[in-house]
């Protein structure tokens, strides 16, 4: 016969049965989400340094533009390092600058525990979010496709044909059109 374990039978203490429990694990995760949600509210970042930090971005991105965006992820990979460093700006173009400030228009908008930035222009003109403040700095989200920094016409003339022909090519004979008629399913005749 197998002999008899105390030690396996031990009555747990109180913390570890709560902590063993399925409500005391939801009680804990909720706690630890309820501390970083103070720490968040503790540490939004102001309405100056959102703008300074934004428009940081918004230079580095004018900066970059001359590069080929092959895809999201090379402009997650220029965000990342964006956030993490200082623009230059006396590598930025004034006129492109100049162009931004003309035709985008920069918010700030609070939300609970954070703030983001909206760039608002032409092509959106209920704002496109560009950068998020949290936890005490400002992570880059713009895109160089949501700055508007030329206007222009989207069509040309609309009375322009689409056909013109060259005026020096010589006159090509294409023949005859064939004696085409309506053709009218008569039904099998054999049948």
């Known amino acids: 016969m197998e002999q008899f374990n105390r030690d396996r039978y031990k009555k747990q203490s109180l ?3 709560f902590s063993n ?9 909720a706690g630890i989400l309820l501390v970083l949600y103070v720490v968040a509210l503790a540490t939004i970042p102001s309405n100056d340094k959102v703008m300074t930090e934004t428009m940081d971005n918004i230079h580095e991105c004018l900066q970059d533009n001359d590069s ?3 895809d999201e992820l090379d402009e997650t ?14 590598y930025t173009n004034p006129e492109m600058l100049k162009m931004f400030h003309k035709y985008n228009r920069l918010e700030v908008y609070r939300h609970p525990g954070y703030k983001t930035v909206h760039v608002i222009n032409g092509l959106y003109p209920q704002g496109r979010r560009i ?10 989200t713009i895109h160089y496709t949501d700055l508007v920094l030329s ?16 005026e020096d090519t010589p006159e090509i004979d ?14 099998n005749p054999d049948y």
């Not at 429990?21 to 995760?29: D, K, N, P, T, V």
């Not at 206007?151 to 060259?166: C, F, I, N, Q």
């Open 15 to 17: 913390l570890r049965e």
């Open 21 to 29: 429990s399925c409500a005391g694990r939801l009680i804990i995760f």
């Open 68 to 70: 080929i965006k092959a």
């Open 77 to 90: 990979l220029s965000n990342i390092s964006r956030t993490l460093m200082n623009a230059d700006t006396t």
């Open 131 to 140: 950068s998020i403040g949290v936890f005490g700095c400002v992570i880059s």
């Open 151 to 166: 206007t222009g016409a989207a069509r040309g003339d609309y009375g322009k044909s689409l056909r013109v022909a060259p």
């Open 174 to 187: 294409l023949g005859e059109n064939a004696n085409v008629e309506p053709y009218h399913y008569q039904g």
